[in-house]
C-alpha cells in the first residue's frame, strides 16, 4: 500500500524545488559568461530533482518492506528489522550488524501553522503505517 500527502501538500513539497528552479532559469537567461552559466545550470538541474522528489514523498508498505521516498534519497528497511514509528515521524531501525538507524518521513512532517485537515491525513497515515509495522 502506498501511502501519500494530500494533493496541496505534495504542490507545497514540490515548490521547494521549482520556484528556486525559476530564479535559476531567469538567471541563466541574464548570464554573460561561461562559468556563471555553468553554475546556473547545476543550480537548475539540483532544483529540477528536489520539485521533482518533493511531489513524489510518501512511504510505500508492502509483505516485508517499507520504502521511505525522500527528498535526496529513497530508503528501504525490511519490516522485521523496524523497531519503531516516531512522532517526528520517522523509523527506527537495525541493520543486520546491529547498529541503530533512524529515517525521517518528511511527507507527514507536520507544521503548527498547516491547516488541521493536512495535519489530520498526515497522522491518519502515520497511524497506518504504526499498525503495519507492529504486525
Known amino acids: 500500500m502506498e501511502l501519500l500527502p494530500r494533493r496541496v ?6 515548490a521547494l524545488g521549482a520556484i528556486p528552479a525559476v530564479v535559476a532559469i531567469a538567471y ?5 559568461d561561461t562559468l556563471p ?6 543550480a537548475l538541474t539540483g532544483f529540477a530533482v528536489i520539485a521533482v522528489r518533493g511531489c513524489r514523498l510518501g512511504v510505500r ?4 518492506t517499507l520504502m521511505v521516498r525522500g527528498y535526496l534519497r529513497t530508503r528501504v528497511i525490511a519490516r522485521e528489522s523496524i523497531t519503531g514509528i516516531t512522532d517526528f515521524p520517522a523509523v527506527r531501525w537495525t541493520t543486520p550488524r546491529g547498529h541503530k538507524r533512524w529515517t525521517p518521513i518528511a511527507a507527514f512532517m507536520t507544521s503548527p501553522n498547516e491547516i488541521s485537515a493536512s495535519r489530520l491525513h ?11 509495522a507492529r504486525r
Open 9 to 14: 501538500n505534495r504542490v507545497a513539497n514540490s
Open 28 to 32: 541563466l537567461a541574464q548570464a554573460g
Open 37 to 42: 552559466r555553468l553554475v546556473a545550470c547545476l
Open 61 to 64: 508498505y508492502e509483505h516485508g
Open 122 to 132: 498526515k497522522a491518519r497515515a502515520v497511524g497506518k503505517l504504526r499498525r503495519w
